[in-house]
T-cell receptor
Framework: KAGVTQTPRYLIKTRGQQVTLSCSPI?????VSWYQQTPGQGLQFLFE???????NKGNFPGRFSGRQFSNSRSEMNVSTLELGDSALYLC???????????FGPGTRLTVL | GESVGLHLPTLSVQEGDNSIINCAYS??????FIWYKQESGKGPQFIID?????DKRQGQRVTVLLNKTVKHLSLQIAATQPGDSAVYFC????????????FGKGTRLSVIA
């Protein structure tokens, strides 16, 4: 069974631009969560989607948004990029809410 | 809010020695914990989990100990190998609050050959 895939793996943007990251969960998994990982803050929860609905949201500004499609694939969008948004963005999928999560390799975003 | 944290940010061990990575949690209602391993350039990978009705759980070369009295858990790696070099996270998949999976900041394990 294929694992969680994330595209693109690497991305370089400039301040003020926007970016869309994509995540394809493991087949059959309906929950997708997004995390931001930086050296200083560690893993921080962004949001969680289940059956196309956002179920939980972390403490991030409104510039961070996401959505989930009917096939459980998910995208997250960051608008008006700031230097501090440079991070590894991880997607994790699980069968349901509060189940074991399986992580993708992440998208490394660099904002210049 | 609730937090899960690791005691040490880095740990260096000799190849072949045993490693112990510690984690403290604050939510007394937490009943399930997961240890993840994250190698450079990869996402976290599940290692082992434990439920609160157990004090100890063993896997292949790894053991997790849970002390609910002091809200502490540890990951023990036997005969540490170079491939064990990674960042290790303890996580609490409680759905309380807004964060479904609460992570510590991680402990970086370096294995000295």
């Amino acid at each position: 069974k294929a694992g969680v895939t994330q595209t693109p793996r690497y991305l370089i943007k400039t301040r003020g631009q926007q970016v869309t990251l994509s995540c394809s969960p493991i087949s059959g998994h309906r929950s997708v969560s997004w995390y931001q990982q930086t050296p200083g803050q560690g893993l921080q929860f962004l949001f969680e989607y289940f059956s196309e609905t956002q179920r939980n949201k972390g403490n991030f500004p409104g510039r961070f948004s996401g959505r989930q499609f009917s096939n459980s694939r998910s995208e997250m969008n960051v608008s008006t990029l700031e230097l501090g948004d440079s991070a590894l963005y991880l997607c994790a999928s699980s069968f349901g809410l509060a189940n074991e999560q399986f992580f993708g390799p992440g998208t490394r975003l660099t904002v210049l | 809010g609730e937090s899960v944290g690791l005691h040490l940010p880095t740990l260096s061990v000799q190849e072949g020695d045993n490693s112990i990575i510690n984690c403290a949690y604050s939510n007394s209602a937490s009943d399930y914990f997961i240890w993840y391993k994250q190698e450079s350039g990869k996402g976290p990978q599940f290692i082992i989990d434990i439920r609160s009705n157990m004090d100890k759980r063993q896997g292949q070369r790894v053991t997790v100990l849970l002390n609910k009295t002091v809200k502490h858990l540890s990951l023990q790696i036997a005969a540490t190998q170079p491939g064990d070099s990674a960042v290790y996270f303890c996580a609490d998949p409680s759905t309380s609050g807004n964060t479904p999976l609460v992570f510590g900041k991680g402990t970086r394990l370096s294995v000295i050959a």
